[in-house]
């Protein structure tokens, strides 16, 4: 029985417009994959909201016809919204050996890890999920076991790339899989899906392999101890700390929780190698000559919380920085993150280390001369640009023109665009519901612009609780007002601000009783825009008012 | 008459360790000379402050002593505190043409400018204030009419930079003033006082001319519109956007009103030169050929209510951003505006511009051969490296060494260190009150910490107040309790939890009212704890609780 002809759709829930919660479905009928399912950290204006994952009613929609979701690496914005998803759908997870150690972890914590099938990918996988057969392909990033996807569909190939460089000499030996990419170009792709996070960048990234040269040279000439802080996932930096640390007999201990836990998953694995003398507990530091001793640390954002800003505030309970230490920043800072790292580095200058805070770092994203390049092996119809600010997807698409994709061809998608192919022939054909889910605590997508636009007001001024009785009978006022303010102005010294607030609040409800106006709608707004008024003249600030009528 | 002979102290009040609000005091005995009087911007956790300002208790102590206020330039954050200064100390202010014009304009709005003397510095001018002897030279800076003091003392020539960098082919052809640096060197100087903001940055700051080169190609080679945004103070940048303007025959339009303030200003006083036809209103922009127009704007910084941001995003009385535009951003962002630049940038990209946003703009301040170069002229017994957070002071204090001043002869000072220069000896003797003052509308340090921590806690999780009526008689609840929360929850999607803790309030209350409590701050305290426990359990969310008790 011949299947019916079908349209191909690529439609992306995630990491279009923007980085971060990347996530992209292919439906191809009744059968949908899922490709990533990231989170993203909250803007700004977000007050309060701890992550942002996507919008995933389609799915929820067709959840009986998604036949696995796939996931490139374990970034946060390639798995973090996992356990959103698979508490609104069961499918099954596919992904490489540290992919899958990395979201155990996580879906333990949700209690999500008896419910969920997991099969692991290494290079040879080939999976049939419906009308797609998808093979896996290995590319380097900032974390190990980092790959794409060559999937096959009735209406062709597509290349999906996850976030990708190319690094000839990778720490683990294994470059990306320039061949299979090549090989791909020759049998024909219909489209590539592509990272664009670097799309800015000109020339090459360099390799990881740059970084173990700084690292081995600072631990070979520091004087004392040194103190390294990098990203918790990136497994290959930490491999190249272990391995200076054991060229020059150097103990390395690992603090922040993060990192402890990943350096124990990378070893179970096989993802990271040091000899069993070499990793010591983070409380035996002192047992251990200062010019023996390796500290690997969380905390190269600055992050308030992190191990290496508390030991830069003298607030860690086990280290603590001394003159003498070198401690190295061996990141750049996220966008958003600059503050909080330059506040870290000047703890860190005035608590007398010598901090090295440049040039220890290479991206994890190939700049533009690698994605040329993967423009050139898989040689696609289509280029869809994705992983980027509107910015980089539109530079990412001059560079596929320069290396011949028409600019017809090229697709710049937004969240919920769904770009379908048909015999060949692909067009915008329709949007699906897509956008930002705000999770606050236990809360998903329960905080929406009105929580927030009152959470930004009571950032801004703060709020003042007016509170007075009126009479059931007569409608007099009874008790109050009592105007209680918090984060408005000090009140100790505002005592007149209040007391004439509190004046005007009385007048203005005497004035309406004796009019006769007694609805309670019209009393309170009465007395928020009198005190808003007066408010506004005696301070400039426009405070909260929030008025409360009890009758007795 | 001889005087009774004193001794010098310098004492910074704003400027180190941070970026912003700088402001240093020289006194020798009862003669007291402050340089700079800025501010800076808020840190992203002063939620709802406007400005920063230094802590001056120590100026109003002794302001009779006070001889004079010596502005180096008209940048904000060297001017922007004056107002709040002069209203609580009256002192003639000495500045430059271009410099006296800005503040001008700020004392107008706070109605200070009939009461304050203010004396124009030029080239060979020499105050006498006091013990002191004040000379001005010329320097290089990112708006014109920069310069520095040299302020001679009993004890010895002290040599204060402001910020700095050696332009050798200025705009304005009025390149820094070295030879009078190389004979304050010649004559010996006890002290420098200099700007350590790129200590960090190795060689030679470009000349803003470079700028201009970059300009030119721009406009010359634009098929349309050219929209130019940079800082509003860099008058040279905006001169040389008027003079490829009217190489390339082009009409110059201002939008945004601190721009069009300044030009004003600057075309006043000479600092700027365009043919009168060249100007035109931002109204008659339309009247013109797209390729006979450029628009000077202000939001180089993506500042969400700049002229530049309101053309992003469509929402500008005057001017729409359409394809054909080329946008430049003569910039780089400030730390902490990296997000806001980006999402400008992305919203120009989105309404078609071709946006240039990389490489038109040299820094304003001397990278560390300039830095070496001021040193190496002044040839300095003591030096005092300020302007610059920690890290910037900490590596211009190597410099200073890679140049030859002994450690011991430099002084990284905080906030109201004094330094104390007694017959050629320098030490730091003590500490003055010192620190920031905040000001939110029109209240000038009115928020402080508590403030400050009820709307950090505002805008995390929101508040809810329990209102509640007790009887006079029983102590039993009369009406409520009522919940009314904000910035919390979504009500209308929460109603089972605003129930459920309703009930608790009640129970809590009942139980602790059979059990004879009736003190009100045990009653507030016990619903404060219970309900926190709940929404905490129920939400992992900890909104500010404001029990209210009413009796009746």
């Known amino acids: 029985m011949a299947r019916k002809r079908q ?14 919660k990347n996530m992209t479905v292919y439906r191809y009928g009744d059968d949908i994959i899922v490709v990533d399912a990231g989170l993203k950290f909250p803007e700004e204006e977000m007050l309060g909201i701890d992550i942002v994952i996507p919008d995933i009613s389609y799915l929820v929609e067709h959840k009986e016809k998604i036949r696995g979701i796939f996931v490139t690496h374990g970034h946060e914005d390639h798995i973090g919204g996992l356990p959103y998803v698979l508490k609104q759908l069961n499918a099954p997870v596919y992904g ?29 996988s080939v999976v049939e999920a419906g ?15 980092t790959g794409g996807f060559a999937i096959e569909t009735p209406e062709g190939l597509v290349v999906h790339t996850g976030d990708f460089k190319f690094d000839h000499t990778p720490v683990d030996g294994r470059p990306a899989d320039v061949h299979k990419l090549a090989a791909y170009g020759s049998q024909g792709v219909l489209a590539l899906v592509a ?22 040279e600072i631990v070979s000439k520091a004087p004392g101890r040194v103190i390294l802080a990098t990203f918790a996932s990136n497994i290959h930096r930490m491999q190249q700390v272990v391995t200076a640390a054991e060229r020059h007999d150097r103990k390395v201990a690992v603090v922040g929780r993060s990192m402890v836990n990943n350096i124990q998953i990378a070893i179970q694995l096989g993802c990271l190698e040091a000899q069993p003398s070499t990793l010591i507990d983070a409380d035996d530091v002192n047992k251990y000559p200062p010019e023996k001793v390796v500290i690997l640390s969380t905390g190269s954002q600055g992050e308030p919380m992190s191990a290496l800003t508390r030991m830069a505030r003298a607030a860690h309970r086990k280290i603590e920085i001394v003159p003498g230490d070198t401690v190295v920043l061996a990141s750049s800072p996220i966008p958003g993150n600059e503050k909080y790292v330059a506040r870290t580095i000047d703890q860190l200058f005035r608590a007398g280390a010598h901090v090295i805070y440049r040039g220890v770092h290479v991206s994890g994203h190939g700049s533009q001369e690698e994605l040329k390049l993967m423009l050139n092996l898989t040689r696609p119809k289509y280029f869809v640009p994705v992983h980027g600010e509107y910015r980089m997807q539109k530079t990412h698409s001059e560079l596929a023109m320069q290396v011949g994709v028409p600019e017809e061809d090229i697709f710049i998608l937004d969240l919920g665009d769904v770009l379908e192919f048909d015999s060949g022939h692909a067009q915008i054909a329709g949007r699906v519901t897509a956008g930002s889910v705000m999770i606050d605590g236990l809360g998903v997508g329960d905080v929406g612009n009105i929580v927030l636009r009152d ?17 059931k009978e007569t409608g007099r006022v009874l008790s109050g007002p009592d105007i209680i303010s918090r984060g408005f102005v000090y009140v100790r010294e505002s005592e007149a601000l209040l007391d004439d607030a509190t004046k005007l609040v009385e007048n203005t409800l005497t004035r ?20 808003g008024r007066f408010l506004f003249e005696q301070t400039r600030r426009r405070p909260m008012i929030l008025p409360i009528i009890m009758e007795a």
Do not use: C
């Open 7 to 20: 349209k191909l759709s690529i439609i992306p829930l995630g990491g279009v417009g923007e980085i971060g």
């Open 96 to 124: 490489t050996g540290l992919t899958l150690g990395l979201i155990e972890n996580k879906l333990k914590e949700h209690g999500l890890l008896e419910t969920t099938k997991m099969y692991k990918l290494t290079a040879d």
């Open 131 to 145: 009308a797609f057969r998808v093979s896996f392909f290995y590319l380097n990033h900032s974390i190990p076991d």
């Open 195 to 216: 990272d664009s996070t670097n799309a800015e960048r000109e020339g090459f990234t360099p390799s990881e392999r740059v970084v173990g040269g700084k690292i081995d």
């Open 455 to 471: 959470r930004k007001l009571l950032s801004q001024d703060g709020i003042l609780v007016v509170v007075v009785t009126l009479s």
């Open 512 to 531: 309406l009783v004796a009019d006769n106006v007694n609805e309670w709608s019209s009393l309170k707004t009465a007395v928020r825009e009198a005190l």
